[in-house]
């Protein structure tokens, strides 16, 4: 079995989740598991065949900037109805997450992203509205949710971008797995959207296998969803 310890480095996807040396969970130095290699599931993305340009275009060093401070940004997030911090507070988030990134560069990326927040879409799917408000049923949200999962050939680590646990009699009945994505697609191009399912559609199914290992969930209780916020859409993926 695996045994978490303090430290660990976090790798994300091409979308501005990318590699960050966050602490996590951190595999034992002794025992059974030290010599598994480790990825992410985000190194799942593209399956066994990858267009190399596709992936350059998305691991472009602004792209992964953007993408670090709006995901940071996302964490404050628990129902959109509660609404989003001051500008002010983002502005400090993101220069802690990426200090190289201008004020301007800042300030920008937070009318785009308010933008994105206000979007139908994303706003129905932040927002406790979508789930049950029976009396017996607790939804709870988490944000940047870290696991350790050992599989075939070795150990796969990360977080979930957005973890929503639904919970009945103390049980967990149900969940979904929201990953946010910054990929830039023009209004309209729903050819790249349907390419970018596909390119990440082994990562967000990983975490949902996760999810169904951890609570003992069958494979229809659990959804795994793409939130392309610069699109304003989301896609269930699994």
């Known amino acids: 079995e695996v045994e978490p310890e303090e430290e660990q480095v976090a790798s994300r996807g091409p979308s501005g989740e990318a590699e960050d040396s966050t602490p996590l969970l951190r595999l034992s130095t002794a025992g059974p598991g030290r010599n598994l290699a480790r990825h992410s599931p985000s190194s799942l993305a593209g399956g066994i065949h990858v267009d190399l340009k596709f992936k350059l275009r998305l691991d472009a060093a602004p792209a992964r900037q953007r993408g670090l401070v709006v995901h ?65 049923t607790v939804v709870l949200v988490e944000n940047e949710f ?8 070795g150990i796969q680590e990360g977080f979930i971008d957005r973890l929503v646990l639904i919970e009945r009699d103390g049980q967990v009945v149900g969940a ?11 209004p309209g191009d729903d050819g790249t959207l349907a390419e970018l399912r596909e390119y990440y ?4 199914r990983a975490y949902c296998d996760f999810v169904r290992e951890q609570y003992g969930l069958s494979e229809d209780a659990v959804d795994g969803k793409l939130v392309f916020l610069g699109a304003g859409g989301i896609s269930k993926v699994v």
């Not at 870290?146 to 050939?153: A, H, Q, S």
């Not at 559609?201 to 967000?204: A, H, T």
Request: with cysteine.
């Open 72 to 136: 940071a940004w996302c964490e404050e997030i628990e129902w959109i109805e509660d609404g989003i911090p001051e500008n002010d507070a983002l502005r400090t988030i993101g220069r802690n997450r990426v200090p190289r990134m201008t004020n301007e560069q800042v300030t920008e990326l937070i009318t785009k992203f308010r933008v994105w927040m206000d979007s139908e879409h994303i706003r129905n799917a932040l927002s406790r509205e979508a789930f049950s408000s029976d009396q017996d």
């Open 146 to 153: 870290p696991f350790v999962r050992r599989v075939e050939g």
């Open 176 to 186: 979904e797995v929201l990953d946010f994505k910054t990929d830039e697609i023009k």
């Open 201 to 204: 559609r082994p990562q967000i």
